[in-house]
């Protein structure tokens, strides 16, 4: 979507949420359920921003995001949007006055009601809070701002995800996603060593703007896109990491499925789920010590899986 100044001809009115919504994690979802409550005959519309703003703003620090944009749009929709308007970030965009923010972003949408969570900030330098919408859409749009939602007493944000991501921990990142930790791509031909080693895999190279499980090995679920087993959720090893068994130096996602050999997945898209970790990347002396230790995680993922299901 292009900010357009609004036109004489108004649309319906509607409910508006705004936000980034990385990840659509328990937040994100509890601040949608909260506007489709205020008024259910009212189209939901959620205004996303593209791409995330720290990387316009300070190039170089933005974050690693939890999924792309369209993920993002497709969780939006499972959540309760009816529409999803993605506004392309720009340094214009971040240089409007708050006023200017509302006549082209919001007003154009026609909104009775906008959500937003309490720490949203818009318009030049940030300077545009909650209160400040609520003053500029004063007889137009009733504002409603929403605390953050807290998950075994920590709250649930992104940036707190990522960082569990980071270390490893997905089984927390799981709590305050409201679901396992996934990443996707296309499967591509690797060494093909897993297969000589009697575990074979489907293998990932993630782009280096997305967030990825610390290196180590972990139970999850495969779940292609296409071919016969299409939207089957397959039990997997998962291993992340380099390979340094064998001097690897590209980083990847390894997913080696339960019990299947059979399996021919190349250049399927693919969704791969990170249930719990079971150890740290170590490098092997040999071939014979690393099938053992495979053997072992197989075995540690039916149970993990077992215990999940």
């Known amino acids: 979507m292009s900010p357009t100044p609004s036109s004489a001809t108004q649309p319906d009115q509607s409910t508006v949420v705004i936000g980034n919504f990385d990840g659509v994690h328990r937040g994100h979802r509890a601040v949608l359920a909260r506007a489709?409550?205020?008024?259910?005959?009212?189209?939901?519309?959620?205004?996303t921003f593209w791409p995330h703003p720290v990387s316009v703003l300070t190039p170089g620090r933005e974050p690693l995001l939890l999924c792309s944009l369209?993920?993002?749009?497709?969780?939006l929709e499972a959540a309760g949007a009816?529409?999803?308007r993605v506004v392309r970030f720009t340094r214009e965009l971040a240089g409007w006055s708050p006023q200017e923010f509302v006549t082209k972003v919001l007003n154009p949408l026609n909104p009775r009601h906008v959500v937003v969570g309490?720490?949203?900030?818009?318009?030049?330098?940030?300077?545009?809070?909650?209160?400040?919408?609520?003053?500029?859409?004063?007889?137009?749009?009733?504002?409603?701002?929403?605390?953050?939602?807290?998950?075994?007493?920590?709250?649930?944000?992104?940036?707190?995800?990522?960082?569990?991501?980071?270390?490893?921990?997905?089984?927390?990142?799981a709590k305050h996603l409201g679901r396992d930790f996934e990443v996707q791509g296309v499967v591509v031909m690797?060494?093909?060593?897993?297969?000589?080693?009697?575990?074979?895999?489907?293998?990932?190279?993630?782009?280096s703007l997305y967030a990825v499980p610390a290196d180590?090995?972990?139970?999850?679920?495969?779940?292609?896109?296409?071919?016969?087993?299409?939207g089957h959720r397959l039990p997997s090893a998962i291993s992340?990491?380099?390979?340094?068994?064998?001097?690897?130096?590209?980083?990847?996602v390894?997913?080696?499925?339960?019990?299947?050999?059979d399996l021919d997945l190349y250049g399927v898209d693919i969704t791969v789920e990170f249930v719990d970790r079971l150890r740290g990347q170590v490098r092997y002396t040999g071939v014979d010590p690393l099938i053992s230790q495979m053997t072992k995680d197989v075995a540690a993922t039916r149970e993990v899986l077992r215990q999940d299901s």
Not at 240 to 252: I, L
């Open 254 to 261: 390894e997913t080696y499925v339960l019990d299947r050999t």
């Open 36 to 47: 489709a409550g205020l008024d259910p005959s009212l189209p939901l519309v959620v205004v």
């Open 118 to 173: 309490r720490n949203f900030r818009f318009g030049h330098r940030a300077c545009g809070t909650p209160q400040t919408l609520a003053e500029i859409g004063r007889g137009r749009f009733d504002v409603s701002s929403l605390d953050l939602v807290h998950v075994a007493g920590s709250s649930t944000s992104s940036t707190l995800i990522r960082a569990a991501v980071a270390e490893g921990k997905v089984r927390q990142a």
């Open 216 to 230: 180590g090995v972990y139970a999850g679920w495969l779940i292609p896109a296409g071919g016969p087993e299409a």
């Open 82 to 84: 009816s529409q999803v």
């Open 190 to 207: 690797g060494d093909q060593r897993g297969r000589t080693l009697g575990f074979p895999t489907a293998n990932l190279v993630l782009s």
């Open 70 to 75: 369209q993920r993002r749009i497709e969780l």
């Open 240 to 252: 992340v990491g380099s390979n340094p068994t064998f001097d690897g130096v590209e980083r990847r």
